[in-house]
């Protein structure tokens, strides 16, 4: 019998029993990451090698960089993630991973140890989209949640208004015209000179700012959800570059503040907009720039406005992890969606609506 036709048999057999007990692995940006997550709600264990101090040499993500920290930290991540939820390979399920979206060097090694897993201990593998995955992660930190409700997602790389209409079902309502949310907030951080990485360090600097001391301006959108940054980003440039001509200091904590003002604003203007128009029955906030701490508290003080709950992972699942992504294979699994040995990483993956 082949690997394919063996990983359906398997598959089928957990989709009738609604249980599984999925190894999932993570590599698509500067984390190295591997979780065990049983029936896409519990995380048996979830470890993440950070490579953020060789990147703040850089000031940002340096891709080739990162593929190589990738596949030195791998074998010890996954062995890692085993060892702490005490189970050997033989005694999981499938083996999930993020395929897309990300940087293509560092997604292949995710792939590449997930397929050489799959193959070797005979299990189904499961193809995961990154985005997804961050929108999951409100699974695993939310035992009631269940679609359907509304999803802000907001990442280096996303900023997207979801509905999200059933497991693994969703509709893109809004999305970024420009920069992503968390990509505005590190090149904000940079002109600041506030180090990599910029986002975390620019939203404690601005609780010392004054978020009303720089005038920033209002896009004007066509689409009622639809984000843009990169005018609020050229403003802060500007405004930094004349301090610097004129020989004045440049006030970061004000601009810290103004900027994660405007920023936020527009994200949960936007969110809650389109909670109240779609009559959403609960609101959830996902990706790095979920751990805006002022986003954090917008968002709930306007969700309780709406009379909705809000939901939000706590701050180890808002950034990149592979427990997410664990709990986006298991619905997926349900569905029958499985890869085969010649799964490819996708950089430009959308996520599907
Ligand atoms: O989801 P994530 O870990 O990786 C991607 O999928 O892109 O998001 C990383 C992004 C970075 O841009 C980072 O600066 C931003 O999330 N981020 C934050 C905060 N924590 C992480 N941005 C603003 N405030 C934060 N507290
Ligand atoms: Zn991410």
Not at 12 to 24: F, K, P, T
Not at 144 to 151: A, K, N, R, V
Not at 235 to 257: F, S, T
Request: aromatic share 6%; charged share 20%.
């Amino acid at each position: 019998m082949s690997y394919m036709e063996l990983a359906r048999i398997k598959a089928d057999n957990l989709i009738s029993a609604r249980h599984a007990r999925i190894l999932a692995i993570e590599s698509s940006c500067d984390e190295t990451a591997a979780a065990i997550v049983e029936d896409g709600r519990t995380v048996l264990s979830n470890v993440i090698a950070s490579q953020v101090e060789t990147h703040a040499l850089y000031g940002g993500v340096v891709p080739e960089i990162a593929s190589r920290q990738h596949i030195e930290a791998c074998d010890a991540v996954v062995q890692r993630a085993l060892d702490d939820a005490n189970v050997r390979l033989s005694d999981l399920d499938a083996i999930a991973v993020t395929y897309g979206p990300g940087l293509v060097g560092a997604l292949l090694v995710g792939v590449s140890c997930a397929k050489a897993l799959a193959y070797g201990a005979n299990l189904p593998l499961i193809p995961v989209n990154h985005i997804e995955g961050h929108i999951c992660a409100n699974y695993i930190a939310h035992a009631d949640l269940e679609p359907p409700f509304i999803c802000l997602v907001a990442s280096g790389g996303h900023s997207h208004v979801v509905e999200v209409t059933d497991y693994g079902e969703y509709r893109l309502r809004g999305n970024t015209l420009d920069d992503a949310a968390g990509e505005a907030f590190d090149k904000a951080a940079r002109v600041l000179s506030i180090p990599y990485p910029g986002g975390p360090l620019l939203d404690k600097l601005a609780w010392e700012g004054n978020p009303n001391a720089l005038a920033l301006p209002k896009p004007r959108l066509e689409g009622r959800y639809d984000f843009s940054f990169s005018g609020l980003k050229t403003a802060l440039i500007n405004r930094v570059h004349q301090l610097h001509q004129a020989g004045q200091d440049v006030p970061a904590a004000d601009i810290a503040a103004s900027f994660r003002k405007a920023v936020v604003d527009q994200l949960v203007s936007k969110a809650l907009l389109a909670a109240r128009e779609h009559g959403a029955k609960a609101l959830a906030v996902a990706g790095g720039v979920a751990a805006n701490s002022l986003l954090r508290q917008e968002l709930t003080e306007g969700a309780q406005k709406l009379r909705i709950p809000c939901y939000m992972p706590p701050l180890s699942l808002c950034t990149d992890n592979a427990a997410m992504i664990g709990s986006a294979a298991f619905w997926q699994l349900l569905r029958g969606e499985l890869a085969a040995l010649d799964l490819n990483a996708e950089p430009g993956l959308e996520l599907p609506v």
